[in-house]
C-alpha cells in the first residue's frame, strides 16, 4: 500500500504488534461537510463512503481485526424521506464496486442492528455481501445499521428469557452468557472508539460493548478524516494505560 510520507511518520511511532483489534466508528458530520460547501447533504454521505472505501482498506493493511462502522442509526428514521432513502442506497453502493476486493482481501462482512426494518434492497446487498464473504477469515468489518444498543440489549433480554422458560440456559446468567445474546457474539469488545464531527456523546452506540473501550474524539467531519486521523487515534490509544479498574502496574 502506498503511503504519504506523513503517514509513514506516524506509522513510525506505532507499534504494530499492539494495533487496536477492534475499533469501532461514529461517522458524524457529512451534513456539516456538505453545508459548508454549498451542497446538499447527500453529497456528503457520498464522501463519506468514499472515507469508508480506504478506511475499511486501511484497517485491513494495518492489522485490526474487527472494525464496526455505525452507518444507520434506530433514530435516524426520524430525518426527512428523502435523506433516509439516500442513506439507505448506500450499503448496495459500496458493497457493489467493493465486494469483490473485500472477498480477495479475506475481509468478512457483518451486520449489527435489525435486519427486518431494512428496505429489502438494502438486505439483499447486505445477504450477498455475508454470503460472499462468509468463508472469510480475515477482518470483520461490521456494519451497524437499524442498530440501537438499548434496543439491542432489550433484545437480548427478550431472548434470554425464551431460552430461560424453554430450559435451554441455566438460570445462572452471567456477563458471558448475557454478551453471548448480543449482534456483536463472539466478537472481541471494541478497544478503541472512534468520533468524528466534533460530539462527545456515544449516541446509542454498543452501550454494553464499550465498557472499556478507550473513546477517541475529533472535531474532523467525517468526509474528510482520512489514514493521518486513524493513525492519530491509534498512536493516542498507544499511549493510554488501560487499567480496567485496577491500580497502575498491578
Ligand atoms: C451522520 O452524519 C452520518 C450518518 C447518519 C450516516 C453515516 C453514513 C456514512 C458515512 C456512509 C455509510 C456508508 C456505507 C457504505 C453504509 P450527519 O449527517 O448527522 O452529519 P451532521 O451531524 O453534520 O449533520
Given at each position: 500500500?502506498?503511503?504519504?510520507?506523513?503517514?509513514?511518520?506516524?506509522?513510525?511511532?506505532?507499534?504494530?504488534?499492539?494495533?487496536?483489534?477492534?475499533?469501532?466508528?461514529?461517522m458524524d458530520g457529512n451534513g456539516r461537510w456538505a453545508r459548508e460547501r454549498g451542497l446538499p447533504r447527500s453529497a456528503g454521505h457520498r464522501q463519506g463512503v468514499e472515507t469508508v472505501r480506504d478506511v475499511v482498506r486501511f484497517s485491513n493493511y494495518l492489522g485490526i481485526k474487527v472494525l464496526t462502522l455505525f452507518a444507520f442509526s434506530t433514530e435516524n428514521w426520524h430525518r426527512p424521506a428523502q435523506e433516509i432513502n439516500f442513506l439507505m442506497s448506500l450499503p448496495e453502493q459500496?458493497?457493489?464496486?467493493?465486494?469483490?476486493?473485500?472477498?480477495?482481501?479475506?475481509?468478512?462482512?457483518q451486520?449489527?442492528?435489525?435486519p427486518e426494518g431494512l428496505p429489502g434492497q438494502?438486505?439483499?446487498?447486505?445477504?450477498?455481501?455475508l454470503a460472499a464473504t462468509a468463508?472469510?477469515?480475515?477482518?470483520?468489518?461490521?456494519?451497524?445499521?437499524n442498530y440501537g444498543a438499548r434496543m439491542e440489549i432489550v433484545r437480548a433480554v427478550q431472548a434470554l428469557i425464551r431460552d430461560l422458560q424453554q430450559g435451554k440456559i441455566?438460570?445462572?446468567?452471567?456477563?458471558?452468557?448475557?454478551?453471548?445474546?448480543l449482534y456483536t457474539a463472539g466478537l472481541p469488545?471494541?478497544?478503541?472508539?472512534?468520533?468524528?464531527?466534533g460530539?462527545?456523546?456515544?449516541?446509542?452506540?454498543?452501550?454494553?460493548?464499550?465498557?472499556?473501550?478507550?473513546?477517541?474524539?475529533?472535531?474532523?467531519?467525517?468526509?474528510?478524516?482520512?489514514?493521518?486521523?486513524?493513525?492519530?487515534?491509534?498512536s493516542d490509544f498507544q499511549q493510554r494505560e488501560r487499567r480496567y479498574g485496577k491500580i497502575s502496574g498491578e
Open positions: 500500500m502506498q503511503l504519504k510520507p506523513r503517514e509513514e511518520e506516524i506509522l513510525r511511532k506505532i507499534d504494530r504488534r499492539r494495533i487496536p483489534a477492534h475499533v469501532a466508528m461514529i459500496y458493497l457493489q464496486t467493493e465486494l469483490p476486493e473485500l472477498v480477495k482481501n479475506n475481509v468478512r462482512v451486520l449489527i442492528g435489525d438494502v438486505r439483499r446487498a447486505i445477504n450477498e455481501g468463508k472469510n477469515s480475515g477482518m470483520v468489518l461490521n456494519f451497524a445499521l441455566e438460570p445462572s446468567v452471567n456477563e458471558a452468557t448475557f454478551a453471548a445474546y469488545d471494541p478497544d478503541l472508539l472512534i468520533r468524528t464531527g460530539e462527545h456523546r456515544i449516541s446509542n452506540f454498543l452501550l454494553w460493548q464499550l465498557a472499556y473501550s478507550e473513546l477517541w474524539f475529533t472535531p474532523v467531519y467525517w468526509p474528510d478524516f482520512c489514514r493521518q486521523h486513524l493513525l492519530q487515534a491509534i
